[in-house]
């Protein structure tokens, strides 16, 4: 399943539940905990209040709040949709139909633009070797349930001729965090020009940290980034 089927699975589970919604039902939810909480269901359940009380709410996320035990304190998932359907003039059927569109937006929105303290994270360390030569180092890391592809990295020369790097990174679990180490630096010459490519794809785009070392003196660093790409080139000041 990809993570947005993930968390709508939980978000259904949860919703079955007499008491819907809390912290003691959402800490069943690790996507959702990981996402929002950084695995802590108390933040989790604060950050998804907190979100949908500043989201523009129409009748399906409303639906969901109403099922989920957000906005209603009715003591079952059906109690919960009859009373959202009294108050809207909707049957039940139609109120768990816009139930169900609404835990969709809501899985949609927990697996991109609200899980901003769980993206994965690239850190690429330059360290200044000589007058007109630094190496590049990297490390990463991502929760455990989000699937990432391996670090691709390319180094290109004035001649635009591309040469793809395998980096043989070391992994470590970390808990919620599988961490990767790339012990092999990378040689990138000043003169002539070299560029680095890194590029890290998978369910959420990485977040990137890119930190110069050294006398750096007469030097430049250009960093590039959109989505899953971060380049980096390093020249001297004219």
């Not at 809390?22 to 359940?45: K, Q, R, W």
């Amino acid at each position: 399943m990809t993570l947005e089927e993930r968390v709508r699975a939980e978000l259904l589970a949860i919703r079955k539940t007499a008491d819907g919604m809390t912290v003691a039902t959402l800490s069943a939810s690790p996507v959702t905990c990981g996402l929002l909480g950084n695995g802590d269901p108390l933040v989790a359940y604060n950050a998804i209040k907190h979100l949908l009380l500043d989201a523009d709410a129409d009748t399906a996320l409303s639906a969901a709040m109403s099922s989920l035990g957000l906005s209603s304190d009715q003591a079952t998932h059906l109690g919960r949709l009859e009373e959202f359907g009294f108050a809207h003039h909707y049957d039940q059927r139609q109120v768990r139909r816009y139930s169900d569109k609404g835990i969709r937006q809501l899985a949609r929105s927990i697996a991109t633009h609200w899980a901003t303290i769980s993206v994965p994270q690239l850190d690429v360390t330059v360290v200044q070797t000589g007058p007109d030569t630094v190496e590049a180092f990297a490390r990463s890391r991502h929760h455990y349930y989000i699937e990432m592809r391996p670090l691709r990295t390319t180094v290109r020369g004035n001649d635009g001729v591309p040469n793809d790097l395998d980096l043989a990174p070391t992994t470590r679990d970390d808990g919620l965090w599988l961490s990767y180490q790339y012990p092999n630096g990378i040689q990138l010459a000043v003169k002539p020009e070299t560029s680095l490519t890194l590029v890290w794809a998978g369910e959420l785009w990485p977040k990137y940290a890119v930190q110069l070392i050294g006398p750096v003196e007469q030097l430049v660093l250009t960093t590039e980034s959109l989505g899953s790409k971060l380049m980096l080139t390093v020249s001297r000041l004219p």
